[in-house]
C-alpha cells in the first residue's frame, strides 16, 4: 500500500469539550489509528486505507453511545496542511529539551535543540507521550551516552534525534511506515546527526538479534503488549526500555506483563495529570532489565 493513502475519520462529540473528546478516543485507541486531531466539534482520526474498517469503527464507538462520524480520503499533503492549522509552535522539556519548527526562531537556553518537519509523521512533542518520553530519557542520559539505542515506531524521529544528541554511540529508528521513514531521516539530517542514526522501514520483529541498552516504544497499548518479549530479549543486561502511548489505566496490565518477562518499573508511572482527576491520563514506563 501507498503509506500516502489515508483516511480521516471525524467524530461528532456532543456537548463538545476537549475531555470529551479524549474520552471518544480512548474508546477508539484499540484501533490501527495513526494519530487524532481535536478540532470543535469533532475528534479526527487518521488511519492508512488499507487498515479501516467502519464495522470496526462502529463496534468501538457503541460502547460511548454511539456518536455519528464521517470519513473521507485524503492526501499525504492534505493531511500535513491539517497539523500546520493546528499550529507547531515551539515545546521545553524540563527546561532542557527544546523542540521547534524548522525555519522558525531558535530558543535559548537548554541543553539539547530539536528542529522539526512534521510532515505527516507522529511527534512534535505537543502530545503528552511524546513529551513524557523526552522527560524520561533525559533520566537515563547516563545509559544513553555511549550506549546503544532503538527508538521502535520513530514517527518524526525526535527520540532518536535526542538519544543522537546525547552522544549515543548507536542509534537505531524503526517504523511500519515508510512516510515516517523519511521524515525520520529528513529530520535526522536538519538536526546533523543523519550519520548517527539508521533509519529503517519495519516493525517489532526488527529488534531480533539486537541489542540495546535503551529500548524507546511510544506506540500503542496493544502493540506495546505484542512486542515486550522481543524488546525484553534485545535489551542488554541493566538496560532500560521506555514505553508510552497508552493510558495510565492501561500501566499495570503492561506492568504485569513486563514483570513476568523480568522487566522491574524502578520508578512511579510518569504522567502529566493527576489520574485520580483524568481517567484518561497518558502515561509512561520506565523498566529495566533485571542484572
Given at each position: 500500500?501507498?503509506?500516502?493513502?489515508?483516511?480521516?475519520?471525524?467524530?461528532?462529540?456532543?456537548?463538545?469539550?476537549?475531555?470529551?473528546?479524549?474520552?471518544?478516543?480512548?474508546?477508539?485507541?484499540?484501533?490501527?489509528?495513526?494519530?487524532?486531531?481535536?478540532?470543535?466539534?469533532?475528534?479526527?482520526?487518521y488511519i492508512?486505507?488499507?487498515?479501516?474498517?467502519?464495522?470496526?469503527?462502529?463496534?468501538a464507538l457503541?460502547?460511548?453511545?454511539?456518536?455519528?462520524?464521517?470519513?473521507?480520503?485524503?492526501?499525504?499533503?492534505?493531511?500535513?496542511?491539517?497539523?500546520?492549522?493546528?499550529?507547531?509552535?515551539?515545546?521545553?522539556?524540563?527546561?532542557?529539551?527544546?523542540?521547534?519548527?524548522?525555519?522558525?526562531?531558535?530558543?535559548?537556553?537548554?541543553?539539547?535543540?530539536?528542529?522539526?518537519?512534521?510532515?505527516?509523521?507522529f511527534g512534535?512533542?505537543?502530545?503528552?507521550?511524546?513529551?513524557?518520553?523526552?522527560?524520561?530519557?533525559?533520566?537515563?542520559?547516563?545509559?544513553?551516552?555511549?550506549?546503544?539505542?532503538?527508538?521502535?515506531?520513530?514517527?518524526?524521529?525526535?527520540?532518536?534525534?535526542?538519544?543522537?544528541?546525547?552522544?549515543?554511540?548507536?542509534?537505531?529508528?524503526?517504523?511500519?511506515?515508510?512516510?515516517?521513514?523519511?521524515?525520520?531521516?529528513?529530520?535526522?539530517?536538519?538536526?546533523?546527526?543523519?550519520?548517527?542514526?539508521?533509519?529503517?522501514?519495519?516493525?517489532?520483529?526488527?529488534?531480533?538479534?539486537?541489542?540495546?541498552?535503551?529500548?524507546?516504544?511510544?506506540?500503542?497499548?496493544?502493540?506495546?503488549?505484542?512486542?515486550?518479549?522481543?524488546?525484553?530479549?534485545?535489551?542488554?543486561?541493566?538496560?532500560?526500555?521506555?514505553?508510552?502511548?497508552?493510558?495510565?489505566?492501561?500501566?499495570?496490565?503492561?506492568?504485569?506483563?513486563?514483570?513476568?518477562?523480568?522487566?522491574?518499573?524502578?520508578?512511579?508511572?510518569?504522567?502529566?495529570?493527576?489520574?485520580?482527576?483524568?481517567?484518561?491520563?497518558?502515561?509512561?514506563?520506565?523498566?529495566?532489565?533485571?542484572?
Amino acid at each position: 500500500m501507498n503509506s500516502r493513502e489515508y483516511i480521516e475519520v471525524s467524530i461528532r462529540v456532543q456537548p463538545f469539550s476537549e475531555e470529551a473528546a479524549e474520552i471518544v478516543e480512548a474508546f477508539v485507541a484499540d484501533l490501527p489509528f495513526d494519530s487524532f486531531v481535536v478540532e470543535d466539534p469533532y475528534l479526527k482520526c487518521y488511519i492508512q486505507a488499507a487498515l479501516f474498517q467502519p464495522a470496526a469503527l462502529d463496534e468501538a464507538l457503541s460502547a460511548c453511545g454511539s456518536p455519528s462520524w464521517t470519513s473521507k480520503a485524503v492526501q499525504g499533503e492534505n493531511w500535513n496542511r491539517t497539523w500546520e492549522q493546528e499550529g507547531f509552535t515551539p515545546i521545553s522539556v524540563d527546561g532542557k529539551v527544546w523542540v521547534a519548527p524548522a525555519g522558525g526562531p531558535k530558543a535559548r537556553g537548554g541543553r539539547f535543540h530539536i528542529a522539526l518537519l512534521p510532515e505527516m509523521a507522529f511527534g512534535t512533542g505537543h502530545h503528552q507521550t511524546t513529551w513524557l518520553m523526552l522527560y524520561a530519557m533525559l533520566g537515563c542520559e547516563g545509559l544513553i551516552r555511549g550506549g546503544r539505542v532503538v527508538d521502535l515506531g520513530c514517527g518524526t524521529g525526535v527520540l532518536a534525534i535526542l538519544a543522537a544528541k546525547m552522544r549515543a554511540a548507536q542509534v537505531d529508528a524503526i517504523d511500519i511506515d515508510e512516510v515516517a521513514v523519511q521524515s525520520a531521516r529528513e529530520n535526522a539530517r536538519l538536526n546533523r546527526v543523519g550519520s548517527r542514526i539508521a533509519v529503517s522501514c519495519g516493525d517489532a520483529s526488527a529488534l531480533d538479534g539486537g541489542r540495546y541498552d535503551v529500548i524507546l516504544a511510544n506506540i500503542h497499548r496493544n502493540i506495546i503488549l505484542d512486542a515486550l518479549p522481543r524488546m525484553k530479549a534485545a535489551l542488554a543486561s541493566g538496560g532500560v526500555v521506555l514505553l508510552s502511548g497508552f493510558y495510565y489505566a492501561d500501566a499495570e496490565a503492561i506492568l504485569e506483563e513486563a514483570r513476568g518477562l523480568g522487566l522491574a518499573s524502578e520508578a512511579d508511572i510518569l504522567t502529566r495529570e493527576d489520574p485520580d482527576e483524568n481517567p484518561q491520563a497518558w502515561a509512561c514506563l520506565v523498566l529495566q532489565s533485571q542484572k
